[in-house]
T-cell receptor
Framework: SAVISQKPSRDICQRGTSLTIQCQVDSQVTMMFWYRQQPGQSLTLIATANQGSEATYESGFVIDKFPISRPNLTFSTLTVSNMSPEDSSIYLC?????????FGPGTRLTVT | KQEVTQIPAALSVPEGENLVLNCSFT??????LQWFRQDPGKGLTSLLLIQSSQREQTSGRLNASLDKSSGRSTLYIAASQPGDSATYLCAVRGTTDSWGKLQFGAGTQVVVTP
């Protein structure tokens, strides 16, 4: 299993600003994943973050909008840049362990 | 493209009744299927993982079945309790999907009344 923590748990931000979300895992993992859950909708994968290489983004998501860092095997950050109200969502960090997917508690972002 | 559907979208039952939650998927080429629970404003808790070669998995009051050929999975929760109130999500990983890429259903919101 894996225990994942995220900071901040929630934030309210003004449009045009950026927010960086941190994700910490209690064990070393090769890949970390960032998901988004928009209000009333299900989860969508944003990108996969490997240590030592650039993140791989899913269709519809770009690095300029969602830059990701992966400095070591237990930590990653996701930045939501130049925010608009449409970015209001829950952002979740995830890892895979033993073929099972584990998720962090999420960061609830509201953009005004 | 894989599509995952969960029916019903919402369900309310009195305490003690058994819960039956359905999940269907359009592409049977799956690696595994996972059931999660999400409490309001919180992350996801993994409940059960079923590999494509398995027919069912059990954990306590929870039992999940998988019929890959018909593209269906069912989560049974026996003798429901108010603490079972949450949104239940199913997610599939396709055989051609990269690690960590899950296709999620929209969820079933469950309320168990005392």
């Amino acid at each position: 299993s894996a225990v994942i923590s995220q900071k901040p748990s929630r934030d309210i931000c003004q449009r045009g600003t950026s927010l960086t979300i941190q994700c910490q895992v209690d064990s070393q993992v090769t890949m970390m994943f960032w998901y988004r859950q928009q209000p009333g909708q299900s989860l969508t994968l944003i990108a996969t973050a490997n240590q030592g290489s650039e993140a791989t983004y899913e269709s519809g998501f770009v690095i300029d909008k969602f830059p990701i860092s992966r400095p070591n095997l237990t930590f990653s950050t996701l930045t939501v840049s130049n925010m608009s109200p449409e970015d209001s969502s829950i952002y979740l960090c995830s890892v895979e362990s033993g073929k099972e997917q584990y998720f962090g508690p999420g960061t609830r972002l509201t953009v005004t | 493209k894989q599509e995952v559907t969960q029916i019903p979208a919402a369900l309310s039952v009195p305490e003690g009744e058994n819960l039956v939650l359905n999940c269907s998927f359009t592409d049977s080429a799956i690696y595994n299927l996972q059931w999660f629970r999400q409490d309001p404003g919180k992350g996801l808790t993994s409940l059960l993982l079923i590999q494509s070669s398995q027919r069912e998995q059990t954990s306590g009051r929870l039992n999940a079945s998988l019929d890959k050929s018909s593209g269906r999975s069912t989560l049974y929760i026996a003798a429901s309790q108010p603490g079972d109130s949450a949104t239940y999500l199913c997610a599939v990983r396709g055989t051609t999907d990269s690690w960590g890429k899950l296709q999620f259903g929209a969820g079933t919101q469950v309320v168990v009344t005392p």
